[in-house]
């Protein structure tokens, strides 16, 4: 989708039925700095961080998920994705590992 994203996250936010200032502040956000997303945005994507708290404030409002990490590049997603795995993976090595080892070094014993 090649619309720029100020006018895909204005579009969802008039569909939730929700005044700017209240999405801004269901986000964690000032109403200003909000603002600015919705009128001075340039390109196709939001930042992950703002993505991801939309979902949060629009999904109680009717607004499927899926349209709303639309918002985000793939390629961030995906990375998020596989950084979460990644910690998840250490979390797990952590409690089995010797205490000498380090999570990098069972991690790579595992792999090598």
């Not at 994507?45 to 499927?64: Q, R, T």
Request: glycine share 4%.
């Amino acid at each position: 989708m090649t619309t720029e994203v100020r006018h895909r996250l204005k579009a969802l936010r008039k569909r939730a039925g929700l005044r700017s200032r209240d999405l801004a502040d269901a986000v964690g956000m000032k109403p200003s700095s909000y603002q600015k997303y919705e009128d001075r945005r340039q390109g196709i994507f939001l930042p992950l961080h703002i993505v991801a708290n939309l979902v949060i404030a629009l999904k109680p409002c009717g607004i499927d998920p899926v349209e709303v990490w639309a918002l985000a590049d793939e390629k961030d997603i995906i990375a998020f994705r596989q950084a979460w795995s990644l910690t998840k993976d250490a979390e797990k090595l952590d409690e089995t590992a010797p205490e000498s080892d380090t999570i990098l070094e069972t991690k790579l014993r595992q792999w090598g």
